[in-house]
């Protein structure tokens, strides 16, 4: 008995009715108009309307994005300067923890200048090249010497600790300690004596 050739046998007919409907199939939805379904179209009016929305709609979130780029500029200057603030700032003190040691370098000079030791005086010619060093490095800084000797005593830069009744009453006769400031702050008052008027 022949076997069947299955690769000659003919491939039987597929009912399309017979295939499975998917699930997503099953749930979509009929997007086509029902027969004898009236159509709705939008008036001029309706147009109108949904254009002004729109509108509308566009302007308050560009107002937002307004908002949220100047809040955002403020923050940025508001960082940047309070950076800058505490930069400063840290300037100021690590120089004022230094004036101690200006204060005791230039006595030093001052001692020696007064001496006939010659040893003394070349000593204190190279302490004072090392406070010009310094000195010269600090301003770098805006680190300077407040004005005092025979300047007019101003409260905000003077620290008046005597008087003594003078022929210019308000002036700075005699500076006892310099005052500093760095930039536009005091970080030492100049401590002074000041002339008054006589009695």
Request: proline share 4%.
């Amino acid at each position: 008995m022949k076997k069947k050739d299955k690769t000659n046998q003919a491939a039987e007919p597929v009912n399309e009715q017979e295939l499975p409907v998917t699930e997503a199939e099953a749930e979509a939805p009929e997007t086509a108009v029902a027969e004898g379904e009236e159509v709705h179209e939008a008036s001029a009016e309706e147009w109108q309307a949904a254009l002004e929305l729109a509108v509308k709609q566009r302007d308050e979130l560009k107002d937002s994005l307004l908002r949220a780029q100047a809040d955002f500029q403020n923050f940025k200057r508001r960082n940047q300067t309070a950076r800058s603030d505490g930069y400063n700032d840290g300037v100021r003190e690590a120089i004022a923890a230094m004036l101690p040691a200006i204060d005791n370098l230039e006595r030093a000079i001052d001692a020696a200048e007064k001496t006939d030791d010659e040893s003394a005086k070349a000593l204190a010619e190279g302490v004072r090249m090392t406070l010009n060093t310094l000195m010269e490095s600090l301003k770098r800084f805006g680190f300077e010497e407040v004005p005092a000797l025979g300047e007019v005593f101003d409260p905000e830069k003077h620290n008046a600790v005597m008087r003594e009744v003078g022929d210019e009453p308000g002036k700075v006769l005699e500076v006892f300690q310099k005052g500093y400031r760095v930039k536009d702050k005091i970080i030492r008052y100049a401590m002074v004596k000041v002339s008054t008027e006589s009695e």
